[in-house]
Nanobody
């Protein structure tokens, strides 16, 4: 059974930084398609960034390009999301997700339907 667990959220002032972590168990972390999503109150869940860990191929939403960076530690089965220059509009619950779906069914464009395992979320609050 695949399990995904994110952590590292918190409260920061605008311009600050946070680093989220996502630990994956029950699957080969070095060859998995992973994504970060976020959901603000009253809004739909939106994609933030994704990575295929075997190749390090990344995709970032326009809203976070140049500010957020993913990295991975295969020895720890952990994906990271470094968030810099945070803005109040980054305030949301952040979710980590993993995909075990077949490659042919993936959009590779950070679509929710690509991912079938989700963490419980970690809250990020950015104050102005």
């Amino acid at each position: 059974q695949v399990h995904v667990a994110e952590s590292g959220g918190g409260s920061v002032q605008a311009g600050g930084s946070l680093k989220l972590s996502c630990v994956v168990s029950g699957y080969t972390f070095s060859r998995v398609y992973m994504g970060w999503f976020r959901q603000a109150p009253g809004k739909e869940r939106e994609g933030v960034a994704s990575i295929y860990t075997a190749a390090g191929t990344t995709y970032y939403a326009e809203a976070v390009k140049g500010r957020f960076t993913m990295s991975q530690d295969n020895a720890k089965n952990t994906l990271y999301l470094q968030m810099n220059s945070l803005k109040p509009e980054d305030t949301a619950m952040y979710y980590c997700a993993a995909s075990t779906r077949s490659w042919g069914s993936l959009s590779w464009r950070l679509q929710r339907a690509d991912f079938n395992y989700w963490g419980q979320g970690t809250q990020v609050i950015v104050s102005s």
